[in-house]
């Protein structure tokens, strides 16, 4: 791969200085003086390798539960920023992260934005979401999506603080200024599915009656971790772990086949005891959580060891590789891998076979 610049910026004389302040008077700039930076031979992001340990972060998750209610701030939520671009609220240039929490008998008001969601429960049992009158019940290691436009609100009527990883497209909704949002009438939803209905349909390859596909967005909310844990367990008992990936899968929209929402992609992979995977970088920034297990990632030729509940982000064309010398390890992750196959951008390279 050719990564030299397409261009070397000209040398500057008084005159052309002279010329680029009536240009700047009139809204105007050269390009020869910004086509190596603007047009760059490889991606060259501002976000950075990170790493947030959840054993470091849990005290001051609960401290926010003392001193705000869901309530007051709508969604309890510590955001997840990269140290490259603090003050965004982003976790990599495409999608933002944060860690949100519900405690006991506490509600988050139902409301709609034009952002698509999903949750990655981190811990506690008792907690719920509703996505359009689908009361979805939340426990640690399932994967659930809020389709975009679509109203939601969470609750907990357990005994125990519930914890989850959001990740939204709100950085993509906003390059486009494409951003919507507003309240429902009331605090909470009217139930109008049990969430029996959907759960009964899950692993069954069968959809409502009549259903149509319409838009990209998956009609199922809820992927429970155990069945796709025990559908890593098979594979890892069945074949060679992959060089790069070990055993690793993609959720599905059952309806399309396809990814469970336009703009963002999520997987599971289960890295076997003693894996040591080789190195390979993807144009698509990803966000990880550990879901069972320690390791270690190389990324960007730093090491970070990560054990259960952590979080750490895999910036644009870094390279990576995942470890497990302690013993198995599951990873979920996700990105804007769909949106960028979508526009013909994506890449990867080291993808051994
Ligand atoms: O649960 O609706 O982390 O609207 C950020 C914005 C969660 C949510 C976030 C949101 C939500």
Known sequence: MNTSPIHEKPATTPERLDFYRRLDEKDLA????????????????????????????????????????????????????????????QITNSLYAGLQLILPGEIAASHRHAACALRFIIEGNGAYTAVDGERVSMHPGDFIITPSWTFHDHGNTGDEPVVWLDGLDVPIVNLFDTSF??????EVQPVVRAEDDATALYGTNMLPFGYEVRGHNSPLFAYRYEPSRAALAHLA?????????????????????????PTIGAYLQLLPAGF???????????????????????????????THRDAFVVPSWVSVSHHAPQGEAVLFSFSDRPAQQALGLWREQGRAA
């Open 181 to 186: 949002a507003e309240k429902y009438a009331d």
């Open 30 to 89: 050269p390009l020869w003086e910004t086509l190596a930076t603007l047009v760059t031979p490889q991606p060259r992001t501002a976000c950075v390798p990170a790493h947030w340990q959840y054993d470091r972060l849990r005290g001051l998750l609960m401290e926010a539960g003392e001193l705000i209610t869901a309530h007051e701030a709508e969604r309890r939520v510590l955001v997840l920023e990269n140290p490259g671009i603090r003050g965004r609220s």
């Open 276 to 306: 040591d995977g080789a190195s390979y970088r993807s144009t698509d920034a990803t966000v990880f959580a550990v879901a069972e297990g320690s390791g270690y990632s190389v990324i960007d030729g730093r090491r970070f060891d990560w």
């Open 237 to 261: 008992q069945r074949g060679a772990p992959h060089p790069v990936h070990a055993f690793k899968l993609q959720y599905a929209n059952p309806a399309t086949g396809g990814y469970p929402m």
